[in-house]
């Protein structure tokens, strides 16, 4: 199925609904949530979840695993999506938080074949194989680390937010402590325990999330400049620390062959 609307085939008695959708950039799927766990597959662009608890960058030809009844919002950056809406009970083992994945080729050829699917698709034959297939292709999946936690506190948690719309390398643990209105100390033992990270690693792996959308459009040495750090080779060295591949894997110069 394409672009159609999960409430209009919810009711359909079929534990998974694979469903295609193209949005324009900067789309934003304001907060909502579903009864149904979603596996959501992004084929092209760059999407970045939230949920009150954390942030979950998915690169291009990535996927995040979002549990059912999840509380989220999605922000679409010239996203062309291939999304399953999965019953909860099909899937035990679903994550608890969401979680981004890689889509290796097979499962990603699953997705383009089962969108093509009607609502009602056959059980048995080659849709219901597809089907049975794409779970235990999902189930074998190991996340990736593309997230930050949120704090609880709504005073954290909005200078987290605004942090994250707009990383500086410039800001201190003084200058979050002084907006709080605690001290530098204080501040920084509430801020790991909410997050159990300190200030300066929680604003370190944010600004390295912050590079994967300007990626997509500016070289490394752009995004390096635009980020605050000395030199490209001073971002790559921490993106690869934090991520485990170089910034250059997400280049639009570069093809992922999964």
């Not at 766990?37 to 970045?48: D, R």
């Not at 999304?83 to 383009?112: F, G, K, N, Q």
């Not at 980020?227 to 997400?250: D, I, Q, V």
Request: glycine share 6%; aromatic share 8%; net charge positive.
């Amino acid at each position: 199925m394409k672009n159609v609307s999960l409430d209009d085939v919810d009711h359909v008695d079929r534990a998974v609904l694979p469903i295609g959708t193209d949005y324009p950039r900067g789309q934003v799927l304001d907060w909502h949530r579903h009864r149904r766990a979603q596996f959501l597959y992004g084929a092209t662009g760059i999407m970045v979840v939230d949920t009150p608890e954390g942030t979950w960058t998915v690169p291009p030809e990535r996927a995040v695993l979002i549990p059912a009844t999840t509380r989220h919002r999605v922000r679409m950056l010239e996203v062309s999506t291939r999304s399953l809406y999965i019953e909860p009970d099909a899937v035990p083992w679903w994550p608890a938080t969401c979680t981004v994945v890689d889509v290796p080729a097979l499962l990603r050829e699953l997705l383009l074949a089962a969108v093509e699917f009607e609502a009602d698709y056959g059980l048995s034959g080659r849709e219901g194989c597809v089907v049975a297939l794409l779970l235990h292709e999902i189930a074998a999946l190991t996340p990736l680390p593309f997230h930050v936690a949120i704090p609880a506190a709504p005073d954290l948690a909005a200078i987290c937010r605004a942090y994250l719309a707009a990383p500086d390398a410039g800001v201190t643990n003084a200058a979050w402590a002084a907006r709080a209105a605690m001290s530098e100390r204080a501040f920084t033992r509430r801020f790991r325990a909410e997050t159990g990270q300190s200030p300066a690693v929680w604003r370190t792996r944010a600004r390295l999330l912050a590079a994967l959308p300007l990626l997509r459009t500016a070289s490394v040495t752009e995004v390096s400049g635009r980020l605050g750090y000395a030199s490209p080779a001073a971002l790559t060295a921490a993106f690869t620390r934090a991520f485990g591949m170089p910034p250059s894997r997400f280049t639009s110069g570069h093809r992922n062959v999964g």
